[in-house]
């Protein structure tokens, strides 16, 4: 049977796979219907790399679940762990992988996580501006440039809400004037940045509205051609082993990942509002690393709401379009009980 770049859902693999295609037609596998096709064996090199940064060990796991939680591999709805199973077979010609165990290798370990957790501690605790903590910044900015946001929306929303029934005019809804600008997730006190939401709704969620309250909420278009944005949503998914292509960066990239997930979650972890001054300091210490670096932005997670958000390091790249005025008609809480 033939595959097609859907069976793995791996966005480097995608990029390589026309040029393993060998017909158009169905997937044996996923299914999906008339796409570009390849034989297994012909994936076995780019496979290899990948699986030689693990070592057989009986108190490991299978290749398919190490496959699936370290690369995000293997997500379309048909590939069940049986299908994959057999694909792998396939690729690598070899009928006992999928019932041998493997471990990560020990060549590859990192400290980085580590690191930053230090660092964290002592941003927030002990000092502020000349931490003795140190990060690996070459590393860092090499990381940072596989997580470049694609296929971003040209149009955005901020929101604010209404002190009465008018709302606020365009001029009032960008970013607050430096003298005014309070500490934000992303951004230090003083140094404003412009937050914007993906969707309407997402805007407003995050400005965490009450009920009959009445919001005013503004368009704002980008040009994301010209942006370089970093996109710390999902790192799994954004990183792909196969357009490496030497065994040892992918070890070091596969030890990395935890520490880019974490940087992720810095931008989305609910923060009480009488802590954030403090709880703040660790993400805008990334973003401000992020902005020394080139970048024009960091795209993160909503908490609130299944949009996205935008923390745009300089307001003026943003073009303002209009303002729209909304009523909070319904506020949710979702609660759990303590053990």
């Not at 919001?215 to 990183?239: I, N, W, Y």
Request: proline share 7%; net charge negative; with cysteine.
């Amino acid at each position: 049977m033939r595959c097609c770049a859907n069976c793995f859902g791996d966005r480097g693999l995608s990029k390589i796979f026309p040029t393993k295609a060998v017909a158009t037609g169905d997937c044996g596998y996923c299914g999906t219907v008339g796409v570009p096709l390849a034989e297994p064996s012909d994936l076995t090199d780019l496979f290899s790399v990948v699986v030689n940064i693990y070592d057989e060990d009986a108190a490991g796991k299978g290749l398919v679940q190490l496959l699936r939680e370290d690369w995000a591999l293997f997500n379309h709805p048909r590939m069940d762990d049986f299908r994959v199973r057999d694909l792998l077979i396939a690729i690598m010609d070899d009928g006992d992988i999928g019932r041998r165990r493997y471990v990560p290798s020990d060549r590859f370990k990192s400290d980085r996580l580590v690191r930053w957790r230090e660092l964290r501690d002592e941003l927030m605790h002990r000092n502020r501006y000349f931490p003795n903590t140190k990060l690996d910044a070459d590393r860092l900015k090499q990381l940072l440039g596989f997580l470049q946001a694609e296929d971003m929306p040209a149009r955005w929303y901020r929101a604010r809400i209404q002190a009465g029934d008018d709302p606020f005019s365009i001029g009032e809804m960008g970013a607050p004037p430096n003298k005014v600008a309070s500490h934000g997730r992303a951004n230090p006190p003083g140094i404003p940045y412009l937050y914007v939401g993906s969707q309407q709704e997402t805007s407003v969620a995050e400005i965490r509205p009450h009920t009959g309250e009445k919001v005013s909420v503004a368009d704002f278009t980008l040009t994301p051609a010209m942006l370089k944005l970093v996109d710390l949503r999902a790192p799994k998914e954004r990183v792909s082993p196969f357009e490496l292509g030497d065994e040892d960066d992918v070890g070091a990239l596969r030890s990395d990942i935890a520490f880019l997930e974490r940087l992720g979650e810095e931008l989305t972890r609910p923060v009480l509002p009488q802590g954030a001054a403090i709880e703040y300091v660790p993400s805008q210490y990334l973003c401000e690393f992020i902005k020394k670096a080139g970048w024009h932005g960091v795209v993160y997670r909503s908490s609130v709401s299944d949009g996205i958000n935008l923390a745009l390091f300089d307001p003026t790249l943003a073009i303002p379009g209009a303002v729209e005025q909304w009523m909070v008609t319904r506020v949710t809480v979702g609660v759990e009980r303590v053990p």
